[in-house]
């Protein structure tokens, strides 16, 4: 058979089709919400009965809505965060939010007090992918943290953290995590989850040995589309800071799981070309400087939030971009400007798209000289099934851009099929300036989307895509470039 007649094989390994879906969402919000918030704290020490959490207004809807209009594609919410308080009806604890007077008024007057549920429903209803965060270190019930105040409460529950400790923290924490992946909206519909973050941090000298191959399998029986995150993750790693960056280079594979030994941070941007693992980076962010709401703190501003979505989701590592509400229950008037600002930045620089399904395209060569299916005007379809690819054995070649005329460029965005494996490890952008080609940019691993920009003003006509490097014959599935005054 003809190579032109077969589709390229996949090149080692390829994400799942959750791992897929999850890239297209680039970026979505975190919602710390807890004791923390009322307390003032980031890490508090599981020192509060439930009845400190007490929502004056609170409103899950404003979050969703507000994260919707910002353009975000899914959010999480801390159901559980490290002082082991339940925001979720649970049965495994006492220590849950259902047990506050905020709660038995709501229930008072028939409000639902269940507020990952409520949360779920906002994201339903404005059409987020929605997500949960359940803290695996649980201050609640590690005899390492002494909690002097709920002593005689029934909150003063058996300290089963820790490996040596009497009782079973994975059986308990295999409870909570199921409860989550098996809960209802109220019309008896399943809440879908997109991503479930098991947190790696530890504040504790207590040892305590996860059964994560057990929480993999919950997770996989009962929301098979949902990535379990973990700091080396299975689905999808942290990306080795919380600032909002990453290196220019991002590989979408690493050699580890989260059972071997801890990455350093560097190694966690960068991954591993040719890794064992599809565990690609995470990039968990925040808006103002801690993950739970501070009165004294304020929003980044749209400009700052532009500069780290170019730096994450423009480098292809997913922004999870914390937003917390205050001790209303509301996103704060400030944050919400800022997003605003920020989806204002980034519309009116991804607006700027001149090449359209007609612009005219050429290649370097042509897969089987099939140009119907791997033809370069693949790369403008709008379709992430298909892309521009050459014979198999051609590692470098190019697509040449016709702009038919003189336009000012301010930068590419660039995408590669990765449903195939990712190949690419070296590319230029080069421009027609002054009778010849001028390199204007040169990027390394491209992967599943690179947002180049030029800082200088560049005015051209004619721009040529090179792969320079790829480790197998390269699938490019989509080229833009944005500018304008032509
Ligand atoms: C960290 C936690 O310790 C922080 O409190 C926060 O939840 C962040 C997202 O993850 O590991």
Redesign the pocket.
């Known amino acids: 058979m003809r190579v032109g007649a077969q589709s390229p094989a996949a090149y080692l390994r390829t994400p799942e089709p959750r791992q897929v879906d999850w890239h297209q969402l680039e970026y979505y919000a975190?919602i710390?919400f807890g004791h923390n918030t009322f307390t003032n704290e980031?890490?508090g020490r599981s020192q509060s009965t439930p009845d400190v959490f007490n929502p004056t207004n609170l409103d899950t809807d404003q979050w969703a809505e507000e994260f919707s209009k910002a353009g975000f594609k899914g959010m999480i919410l801390?159901a559980k965060?490290?002082d082991g308080m339940a925001l979720w009806n649970t049965t495994t604890t006492a220590y849950k939010i259902e047990n506050s007077v905020w709660a038995a008024n709501r229930t008072a007057q028939r409000l639902e007090t269940d507020v990952v549920r409520l949360a779920a429903a906002s994201a339903k209803k404005y059409g987020l992918r929605f997500g949960v965060?359940l803290s695996p270190w649980d201050m609640h019930r590690d005899p390492a943290m002494p909690k002097p105040h709920l002593v005689g409460t029934i909150y003063d529950e058996p300290q089963i953290f820790g490996d040596s400790n009497p009782g079973d923290y994975n059986e308990f924490y295999s409870q909570q995590l199921t409860e989550l992946v098996t809960m209802k909206h109220h019309d008896g519909s399943q809440i879908d989850l997109f991503e479930i973050w098991l947190?790696?941090?530890s504040g504790s000298s207590t040892r305590q040995t996860f059964a994560w191959t057990m929480f993999r399998d919950i997770i996989r029986k009962h929301q098979p589309g949902a990535l379990m995150w973990g700091h080396q993750g299975v689905d999808a790693r942290w990306v080795g800071n919380?600032e909002g960056y990453s290196l220019e280079t991002n590989w979408h594979t690493i050699n580890s799981t989260q059972d071997d030994a801890r990455l350093s941070e560097d190694a966690l941007m960068l991954g591993v070309r040719d890794g064992l693992y599809w565990t690609p980076a995470e990039s968990?962010a925040r808006i103002r400087d801690g993950?739970f709401w501070h009165s004294d703190e304020h929003p980044k501003s749209g400009e700052a939030l532009m500069e780290m979505y170019l730096e994450t989701v423009g480098r292809s590592v997913t922004l999870l971009l914390?937003v917390p509400p205050n001790t209303q229950g509301l996103i704060e008037k400030e944050d919400i400007e800022s997003l605003r600002r920020f989806r204002d930045l980034r519309e009116s620089f991804l607006e700027q798209a001149l090449l359209h399904p007609e612009t005219n395209v050429t290649a370097s060569s042509i897969r089987g000289n099939n140009e119907g299916l791997y033809g370069p005007e693949k790369v403008l379809d709008g379709n992430p099934t298909t892309y521009w690819t050459m014979d198999d054995g051609q590692l470098t070649g190019w697509v040449e851009i016709d702009l038919g005329r003189v336009c000012s460029i301010e930068g590419f965005v660039t995408q590669e099929h990765i449903a195939l494996g990712q190949r690419i490890g070296g590319y230029s952008f080069d421009a027609l300036v002054d009778g010849g080609f001028k390199t204007v940019v040169n990027g390394t691993s491209l992967g599943y989307k690179r947002i180049d920009t030029l800082s200088s003003g560049l005015k051209t006509s004619r721009i040529r895509f090179r792969v320079t490097q790829s480790n197998a014959v390269p699938l490019v599935q989509s080229i833009q470039v944005l500018g304008g005054m032509c």
């Open positions: 975190f710390h980031e890490w801390t965060h490290h965060y947190d790696g941090a919380e968990d993950w914390d």
